[in-house]
C-alpha cells in the first residue's frame, strides 16, 4: 500500500521561499512518478508540474516557471516542491500526487500541507 | 492552459441519478483518452474515482460511471447515497500537463 505524507503547515511572508516535503512509503519513488497540486481556499485543484517519465524531465505548468523547483531524494524516497517570491495569492493548500510511470491519472494523495503567506 | 469547465453545482435526491460535465478542448479532453475524477470531502485529499475516461479503480462502486464525447467529458453518479456529497473535479492529460476542471459541488437533498 503506497503512502505518501506531507511536512507541515507554513507560514511564510511575502517575497520569501518555502519547501514542502511528500514521504513515499510501500514503493519506491523510481517506479513512481510525482507531481504537485495546489488549492486555494474554497477554490479549485490546480497542477503545478511534475515528472515526465516519457521526457525524462519534469515539467512545470507556465504559470510556475521559474518560481517553483520540484526534486526527489531517491535514497529517501523524498520528494520536495520549493516556491520562491511567494505572494499572497499563494496561500494554499499544497498536495503531492503520484500516479505510476506510465499511467495518466493520480493514485496516491498526500494529506496536503497549509502554506500560508501572510506580512 | 485554461480550466476545464463544469458547473458550479449540481444537486439530486437519494436513489437518483445526477451527471457532471466537463469541457475541454481538442488539446486535453479531445484529445486524449486519459479523463480522470476525483472526489473530495471538505478538508480531506481528492479521491481517484474514474480513470481512462471510464474506468473504475477497485473499491469504487459501479454506481460511479465516466464517458467522453468530443471535447465533453461527463461523470454519472446513480443512486445517490448521502456520502457521495462532495466535491467533484475532472483532470485531463494534455501533453505533458495536466489541466484541472473548475469543480462542481454535488448536493445529495
Known amino acids: 500500500q503506497v503512502q505518501l505524507v506531507q511536512s507541515g503547515a507554513e507560514v511564510k511572508k511575502p517575497g520569501a521561499s518555502v519547501k514542502v516535503s511528500c514521504k513515499v512509503s510501500g514503493y519506491t519513488l523510481t517506479e513512481l512518478s510525482m507531481h504537485w497540486v495546489r488549492q486555494a481556499p474554497g477554490k479549485g485543484l490546480e497542477w503545478m508540474g511534475g515528472?515526465?517519465?516519457?521526457?525524462?524531465?519534469?515539467i512545470y505548468a507556465q504559470k510556475f516557471q521559474g518560481r517553483v523547483t520540484m526534486t526527489e531524494d531517491t535514497s529517501t524516497d523524498t520528494a520536495y516542491m520549493e516556491l520562491s517570491s511567494l505572494r499572497s495569492e499563494d496561500t494554499a493548500v499544497y498536495y503531492c500526487?503520484?500516479?505510476?510511470?506510465?499511467?495518466?491519472?493520480?493514485?496516491?494523495w498526500g494529506q496536503g500541507t497549509l502554506v500560508t503567506v501572510s506580512s | 492552459q485554461s480550466a476545464l469547465t463544469q458547473p458550479r453545482s449540481v444537486s439530486g435526491s437519494p436513489g437518483q441519478s445526477v451527471t457532471i460535465s466537463c469541457t475541454g478542448t481538442s488539446s486535453d479532453v479531445g484529445g486524449y483518452n486519459y479523463v480522470s475524477w476525483y472526489q473530495q470531502h471538505p478538508g480531506k485529499a481528492p479521491k481517484l474515482m474514474i480513470y481512462d475516461v471510464s474506468k473504475r479503480p477497485s473499491g469504487v462502486p459501479d454506481r460511479f460511471s465516466g464517458s467522453k464525447s468530443g471535447n465533453t467529458a461527463s461523470l454519472t453518479i446513480s443512486g445517490l447515497q448521502a456520502e457521495d456529497e462532495a466535491d467533484y473535479y475532472c483532470?485531463?492529460?494534455?501533453?505533458?500537463?495536466?489541466?484541472f476542471g473548475g469543480g462542481t459541488k454535488l448536493t445529495v437533498l
Open positions: 483532470c485531463s492529460y494534455a501533453g505533458s500537463r495536466w489541466v
Open positions: 515528472f515526465d517519465p516519457e521526457d525524462g524531465e519534469t
Open positions: 500526487a503520484l500516479k505510476w510511470l506510465r499511467s495518466r491519472r493520480f493514485d496516491y
